[in-house]
């Protein structure tokens, strides 16, 4: 718990945006015991894993990241691009769970 010491919890609510509900996520959930959160892009690792301890009261095993670039889209003849987004792959230690269907 000595990772909660160096971040003001103020910053640890801002790290964590949402948990990804998707096919991709549920199965790597499955299969490695991991979750998958949406988390603010100037977020690290060590803020990850201290946001996910301090909320959801479990022990964080290892975190891994990926910045996902957003897609190009067109609407007519103008073109756009969608926001680039990052995602956290927190790995819990054995024994751990996160439910998010449990109220608050």
């Given at each position: ?15 964590l945006l949402?948990?990804?509900i998707?096919e ?15 988390v603010?892009p100037d ?8 946001a996910?301890e ?5 022990q ?5 990241v ?12 103008f073109?756009g691009?969608r ?12 024994g ?6 449990e109220?608050?």
């Open positions: 718990m000595s990772t909660l010491v160096k971040f003001s919890e103020e910053r640890l609510l801002k790290v949402a948990p990804v998707s991709k996520a549920t199965m790597v959930a499955e299969k490695n015991e991991q979750v998958v959160f949406r603010s977020a690290t690792k060590p803020e990850i894993k201290a996910v301090m909320l959801f009261k479990v964080v095993e290892s975190v891994q990926a910045n996902r670039q957003g897609k190009q889209k067109r609407s007519g003849r073109t691009r926001n680039h987004t990052k995602r956290a792959f927190v790995c819990l230690k054995p751990q769970e996160i439910n998010f269907t109220e608050a």
